[in-house]
């Protein structure tokens, strides 16, 4: 079918609106008309020279919308329901099967290269180009997607659908983050460095838990200012200050060190201070790749500290989706107060607003194309 798409043809090149031929869903996919769809920072990586995905390239991992065509074999979603685009896994690997489809085996060539082995007819320019549409497998920067639907999660009807993409990443990778790793409890402390869309996630998350001290870091008053209104009992403006200076207030906010932290800014300074301001035996959560090499203090973990990569949240998206947008409907998880919507053919504009820091999360709609 001929759908409408936001291409990115080169590494450093805008996003152009284009008509493109869609392929069938086949045996396991559906085909979902796109709602909205959230932007990821993750969806920039191809526009770092020699990564793995090449252009040309539809992007978009946090889509949203209705099933309008299911292909032979698939029995568990139906025509017109509204789901939740998340990660592309096999379903069998030992990750899968143990309920960690986040390590799923071959999780970054099912999402991370934009392609499948065999999809190159699955969408082609009006020339007869391929152009990658399985990035997360999914591609949801466009009107209408494929997905297995494996990776598609049923969601109820009365809650905002066009709204709801940023839980299959953002959002899940901060609440799940918060919930199956750091596992924050009731009168337990974290930090979380970084108030982006996971950041503000992670807050809104421990808070919902009940935790004791929430204490946001970071270096834009207006994000502390809304960490505080999502839920942070404490925030730090780290501008200016050093490793040292930022540790020593957190450990001073949370009376000795915090149970748990959560970076989110892959900056190596700033995990080194989240490391410093653990108490003995507590655990950090790093979400992002980390841009360079973490430098600790040769004794920084000799008190049972741990330091652990997450990814996705660690969430199983079929459990954890429903179980945020419950959150979200008693008012214990706004995320909704994170995003500005843009329509699709806005997409630049909204890169640079993330970029400048003016949007938390943009979402964007496809209907809205001009
Ligand atoms: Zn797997
Ligand atoms: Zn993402």
């Not at 869903?25 to 793995?52: K, N, S, W, Y």
């Not at 591609?139 to 494929?146: G, I, L, Y």
């Not at 932290?261 to 900056?267: C, H, M, R, V, Y």
Request: with cysteine.
């Amino acid at each position: 079918m001929r759908i409408q798409a936001a291409v990115l043809r080169e590494r450093a090149g805008a996003f152009k609106i284009e008509d493109v031929d869609l392929a069938d869903p086949g045996p396991g996919e559906v085909l979902v008309e796109i709602a909205g769809t959230g932007f990821c920072h993750t969806d920039l990586l191809p526009r770092i020279d020699g990564f793995m995905a090449e252009p040309p390239l539809i992007l978009g991992h946090e889509g949203a919308g209705v099933v309008t065509a299911t292909g032979p074999g698939v029995t568990d979603v139906a025509v017109g329901s509204s789901v939740v685009l998340s990660f592309d896994h096999c379903g069998t690997c030992p990750a899968c099967t143990d309920g960690h489809p986040a390590y799923c085996r071959s999780f970054w060539r099912r999402n991370l290269v934009g392609r499948a082995d065999d999809d190159g007819g699955r969408a082609q320019d009006l020339a007869g180009g391929s152009i990658g549409a399985r990035w997360f497998g999914q591609s949801s920067f466009a009107s209408h997607t494929v997905a297995e639907a494996r990776n598609v999660v049923p969601v109820p009807d009365d809650v905002p659908l066009e709204l709801l993409g940023p839980l299959a990443c953002g959002v899940l990778t901060g609440a799940g983050s918060v919930f199956r790793v750091l596992q924050v409890a009731r009168d337990t402390s974290t930090a979380i460095y970084g108030a982006g869309a996971v950041g503000l996630s992670a807050v809104m998350a421990a808070a919902s838990a009940n935790a004791e001290y929430v204490i946001a870091i970071d270096r834009h008053r207006s994000r502390l200012d809304l960490a505080l209104e999502l839920g942070a009992t404490h925030v730090v403006d780290s501008t200016g200050l050093s490793v040292g200076e930022i540790a020593s207030q957190v450990k001073k906010i949370s009376k000795g060190g915090t149970d748990t932290a959560l970076d989110t800014t892959g900056a190596p300074a700033v995990v080194t201070a989240g490391v410093g301001a653990l108490r003995p035996q507590g655990t950090l959560g790093l979400v992002s790749a980390v841009a360079g090499s973490i430098e600790l203090p040769g004794d920084a973990l000799a008190t049972g500290k741990t330091v652990t990569g997450i990814l996705e949240g660690d969430a199983v998206p079929h459990e954890l989706i429903p179980e945020l947008i419950e959150l979200w409907r008693r008012g214990r998880l706004p995320f909704d107060r994170l995003i500005r919507t843009y329509p699709m053919s806005d997409i630049n504009q909204a890169e640079a607003d993330m970029a400048s820091g003016d949007t938390i999360k943009a979402v964007l709609i496809p209907g809205a194309i001009a």
